[in-house]
Each structure stands twice: as structure tokens, then as C-alpha cells.
């Protein structure tokens, strides 16, 4: 007879339905597996066949079909096995089929018939949900990350044999208990702006940079302390709201990178490919069409450290999600839209020695113009107009360091930032963006009005300095941002006069 | 009297199909012009003429030389198409001061005012990677000497040269630039829109034929040039093997006055013109107005030097810069302002030409 489960799948971050039907027959002995299996898939009947002898069921020679619909879409990964395996239970009357349609089931098996964890739970489970599915049958494993979906009546599975005597109603299973979002508060990267001794002026811009989603280069020597302020940066970020840590966890539950345990991202991520970093491993795509780590960073921090040592195709690519904040990973047979909206942070050294400017005359600069000029230019024009704030790192004194003065922890930023960033928010309650640097220019001339002193002092920088077109607009985005920080309605002269301190330095770059 | 075209076709082509130097071509141009008019046309027969002016292995060379030639094509090609005055030794318009230095180019490639060569003239040049001092003393006395209506000379070189270019168009002058490549070529090339202006504005000129790249040596042998049609050489700052330091070493050999802008003690981008200064004590000078009295003319009248009212906080940075430069966060300490009021003051300042803002978050006063 046939036996119909109902099954899920992805496509990106969106999950789609399968029926997984299995019919069993008398005839030569075969497990054809149809609708499009990819290899994973395929594989299923050795571990099916497996699972279900080492549970003590049955598995004598029959001829079995397993069709997965709908036929015409590739189906990928391992969570077919247990729908399978429940699909030829049911077929050939083991277990009862009365509640079989009751559930969406997802699972891979061991070959003693247990059932282990699976990617992409959280997105498959939303999208059913909102298909109008509600109860599920899914590894155990997978149960903290499913608790959170609160519409949905989860029954966490150890092995075959539970779930069948489950689906027999001979054993109860509690549905898992429904567990509320609270962001963790915690700093999971252990940097605090309270171990980063001096650097008043990076730090300054470290505030400025997240309290209005600017992107930020941070540019000195070696060892002057670049890659220690941007670990900072998560601490004095905004704890994550639910849609977002929903967003993000979604995506890294694709990828397979979360940790069953805590079962939903909390802390806001920060990536930190190397510099080796592939266009695919970056971006996106690939064979499996996978997410990169511009979106593993969604809602966090993409930190490209040493930038111009990264391939420059590369960070050309980079372009697309810094504008759009989604990235479009395309493949033969479709196209997936994964969310990309992350703060860039940059590091870069002065030139390719890394002692340019120094006074140290144990580290003297040994690179000639030409060789500096083309190193910097490897961050192309179109990239450098998505990065507002230019800081320079340089190093500590040695007395400094030791010196016990207290400095100002990440949590007393980090108040200061959220009050800046709810300006923010009420502010463009209406124009579907979150924070200044997201502008367009008819927003800037909405919201960022000048008085006629600042109006004065930027004519006069304008001049002074050589300015851009591209490098004002640059300016009264940070210069807005200082403002909120003040909670200032109109923008004031100093703020302008402060923000001109972080424009870019090198006359390379406005050229 | 001006050159006929066949005897500056005669010229080129003794430069590029028989690759002769400024020496021995000057050697040959003591021949009647009618006799270096007819050499090219036949390089063989002109043995024994060119021997009695230049000596037996010059002969053999020109007498070697094939009648067409592609970089003599080409040199004449591009003096087409680019407009190029040629300017020959013994020439009207042949500047008289390079006529009394050692080895005079025997021809100038010109694009531009060729009339600047006879104005006075003074050379400003220097280190390639100036201090921001450095720079700005090329610039501040080349924009004075520019505006009294001297002629700024010099390499188009980055660096110092560059910024004597340029202050001299920004007043409104006149410059001239001694190339050290053909004519028309730009070396280096980020300064092609400098040589586009001071073609328009100015003159370029070379002893090079058009299409000769750039190489070494040649710069050297360009800088007596620079000096030979100068009245004095400006050094504002220079490194210890800095090329400013032949220009200085013609210049002294040409009779010119040597000036030089003292530097910083342990400063290495000023050793070289430190030197130069200790040698030569009377060459120092503070002040565009040393060089202007030095050569017999008056300043311009000074603009009355505008008092600036200066706060609290800016009277303390102002003096504490005076001693050398401070980091952001000594300034900080000593103002005891906030990160966010002292970044304003500092761009304040900037603005209001007071301070610069150096390396590694330092500050310095100009």
C-alpha cells in the first residue's frame, strides 16, 4: 500500500512542502528513490534500511518505491531519512498511518535508528507555520532552536522507535515547552572598550560609527590596536530584538553553524573572514548556493581586517548588499535573496610595510609613493562611498598602557548608543530605514538642515580641505549622527566641525 | 634670426639616427649652417667636414648614421602634431644665460611661452618627499618671488617641484618646467595635469628630442639647465642625496646665487640642504623678502597680517604646538575638554589656517 509524509524543505530561508510517498509491492527485491534526489538523498536507503532493522522492524525484501512531490524541484540534504523510513513503516502496516498526516516530519538517521540534528529547523518551521502546519516531529537535538517558534507544536524525537510507538499511541511525548527571546546582555566576544587603554579618539569613533550604522575604516601601523577596538564593536551595539535574532539565526541554522544548545543567535555576530576569503565564501553561492558571510554578519559586524590584502574582485562584490542590504546568490536553475545587512568595519595598514607615518625610527617606512598610492587604491571609489568615518589607530605608549586610569566601560557606551539609535528610529518611523547612514540624498536634505554658522563652517572645510561632493554628503551623515548622540534636533556647528575630524585623511582618497 | 627648418631637420637627426650628445652636437655646430644642413642628406660624404669639427670617432658615427631613421621620424612627427618650437643655439630667441654655462644644449624643445626663457628667472627645487614645512616653504616663497614677476624654474618633479609649479600658477605667475624626458612626455606621470598647465600657462622645455623616455642619467644633466637659465636656486629643503644638491653644485659652478631654507636639526628630510648651509652660512635665507633684497627688488607691500582672536583653549594649543607637534591626547589632558568639543576646536583650527593635522592623530602648527 502507499503511505503518505508530509515532509519540508528549503530554498534559501524559505521552506517548501514535500510529500514523501512510499509504496511497497510484492516483486523483485529494489529501493527506488524518484523526484529528484541529490546524492545525500539517495543515500537514504542504506541508512533507512539500517535504522529500521537495528529498531527490529521489518525490512525483508519487497520492491519500494519512494516518490518525493513535488518531482520537478532538486531536493537536497539528510532530513528525508526519518519521513522515509516512517513513510515504509507505514507502508507495509508495522505502525498504524492513522495520525501520519497529523505531522511535518524532518529528520536524519543513524544507522542504530536515532535520529540526529538537522539544518535550516528555525526557517522551515516559520514558513510551515505560516503555511498553516502546526505540529512537528523533529530531532531532539533540534528542540531548543524550534522552542522559539511559539506557534508550533513540537515533539522532539530520540530514535524510530519512539516516534512509532508515538504515532501508535502507545507512548506520550510533551510537546517542547515554548521558550521566550531575551538577548542575552552578555558580550560573547570578551572585548570591552574598558580593556582598551587611550585611543579616546578611535573610541570616539567606534560610538559615532554604531550609533549611526556608519561603516569605518580603521587605519595604522601594526600592533596599534585595530583589531582589539573592532572586537569592541559588538559590546557597544544594541542588544538584538527578536525579528532580529529571528533573521539572523535563520541564516546561520541554514548554514549549519548554530549551536543546538543555545538554539538561537543572541549576541549580534561578528565575522571575520581572512583575507583569502573566496568570492563565494564571501558573497555567497556556490554548488549549494550557501550563505556568505556577508550574511552570516546580518545584523552584526563584517570585519574585513588588513582590507586591501583581500582580492579586489572580491570586495568590488561587496558593493551590491552594502547598498541593498540583501545579496542575490544566483545558480542554474534559480536565484536565492539572502539578507545582507551588516556594518562594515575595515583595517588597513598605511601602506604595504605598515610603518608609514611612524616616529619610531626603528620602524621606518621603506615603501615608495607609487607603491602606497597603489596599495590604497586597491579599495576602489565606489566601495569608499559606503564608508563614512576614516580613523587613525596609532599605537599606545608604553606608560599609557600600565596606566591604571579608568576608562569607560562597553556597557556606558552602549547607553548612549541605543538613545542615539531610538532618535534614529522615531525619526525614520516612515521612511523604511533604520539609521543615518542609510540616507538617500533627499533624506539628507530633509533631515540634516544647516544653520547659517554650520552652513559657514562646512563652506569653509569644503575649501580648507578639497572636498568631494560625495565627501559632504559623507560628512552631514556623521555630522547628524553626532548630533543624535546630544540629542540634538538640529544639527550644530561643532557637530559639523567634529565630523570633519573623521573624513578621509589621505588625499588618495578623494581624488 | 631664427633657425631654417632644414637645419633644425639636420639637428634632430644628428640627435637620433646619429645619437649624438649635447657635447660633441655642439662640437659640429661650430660648422657653417650650410654644412650641417647637408649632412643628413649624406651622412658618408660628410666624413672629413664632421672630423675637422668633432673629432675622427664622431665622423665615424655620423658617417654610419642611416639617412631615415624611425626615432628621427618620429621625433619630427610628434614636433608636427604637437606644436613644438624648436629653439637652436645662436637662435633669437636662444636664452643668453645658457650661453655662458658649461656645455650649453645645443637645441631646446619648447611647448608653451618660449619668451619666459629671457625673463628672470629663479629656480626652486628639492626633495621629492617634502615635510609638510618643506612644502610649504616651496610654496610660500615660490608664490611671493612669482608675484614680484619672477619666473619659477623647475623639474616638475613631485614633491617640492611640484609645489613651486603650482604656487606660481596659483598667483597668477609665470613658470617654467625643465624636463628631463622629451618634450612631450609626462614624468611623473600624476603631474599630467600640472604639465597641462603650465603648457597652457607657463613653458615646458627639454634638450631631449620628443618621444625620449625617462632615464636616469638624464636628470642630472638636465639640472644644469635649471640653474643655466636662472639668476639664483632656491633650495627649500633637501635630502642627503637629493638631485636639488647638483642643481646647487651648477649653480655654484655657474656663478648663480644658492639660497637654502634651514631645517630642522635631526630632521632626515633636510640633511642634505643642511649641509649645503653649513657650508655655505651666507646662503641661508628666512623670508621671501632675503631673496627679493638679494636680487634688487622691493616686496610686494604686505598685507597687513590680520589679528585673529583666539580663545582660551586654542591660546593653550597654540602654545603648547609652538613647541612641536602633540598628540590628540595630550591636548586633551591639557584643555580638559571633551573627546567631542576638542575634535571641533582642532577642525576650527584647521580651518582657520592655524594647525594641520599630522600623522598618527598628531596635530602641528604651521
Redesign the interface.
Known sequence: MIATVKSYALDGLKGYPVDVEVDTQKGIASFDVVGLPSGAVKEARNRVRSAIRNSFFDFTARRTTVNMAPADVRKEGSAFDFPIAVGFLASTEQISSARLNEFVMLGELSLDGSLRKINGVLPILISAVQAGYKKFMIPAENATEAAFVTEAEVYAVRNLSDAAAFLGNIVQIAPVEHRIYSASGQNAYGADLKYVK?Q??A??ALEIAVAGGHNLILC??AGAGKTMLAKCIPSIMPDMTFEEAVETTKIHSVAGILDPAEGMIKTRPFRTPHHTASLFSLIGGGSKSTAGEVSLAHNGVLFLDEMPEYNKRTLETLRQPLEDGVVTVTRVARSIEYPARFMLVASMNPCPCGN????DPNKRCTCT?NER?RYIGRISGPLLDRIDLFV?V??VEYD?LRNPQHEESSAEVRVRVAAARDVQRRRFAADGIHTNAEMTNAQIEKYCRLDAASEK?LA??YS??GLSARGVTRLLKVART?ADL?CRRDIA???V??A??YKA?ERFYDE | MNSSDAFIKAVIWLQTAAGLGSGTLNRILTLSRSAVERIPSDPAGSYAVVKSAAGERTAQKVSAAPTDDDTYRRALNIIAVKDIKVVCRGDADYPEALEHIDNPPPVLYTIGDKSLMKSRCIAVVGSRSPTRQGEKAAHSFSEVLAKCSLTIVSGLARGIDAAAHRAALEAGGKTIAVLATGVDRVYPAENRALYEEVAAKGLLVSEYPPGTDAKAYRFPERNRIVSGISEAVLIPEAREKSGALITADCAIKQGKELFVVPSAVYSEHGRGSNRLLKELQGAMVLSPDDILESLGLYSAPAEAASVMELDVDEEKIMIRLGLGNAHFEELLALTGLKVSELNALLTGMEIKGLIYKAENNCYGVY
Do not use: C, W
Not at chain 1, 608609514?356 to 616616529?359: D, E, N, V
Open positions: 587611550g579616546v579618539v573610541k570616539r595604522g601601523q608609514y607615518g611612524s616616529s609613493y598610492k587613525t596609532d599605537g599609557e563652517l569653509a572645510a580648507k580641505f553626532i546630544q556647528a561643532s557637530d566641525a567634529e570633519v575630524q585623511k
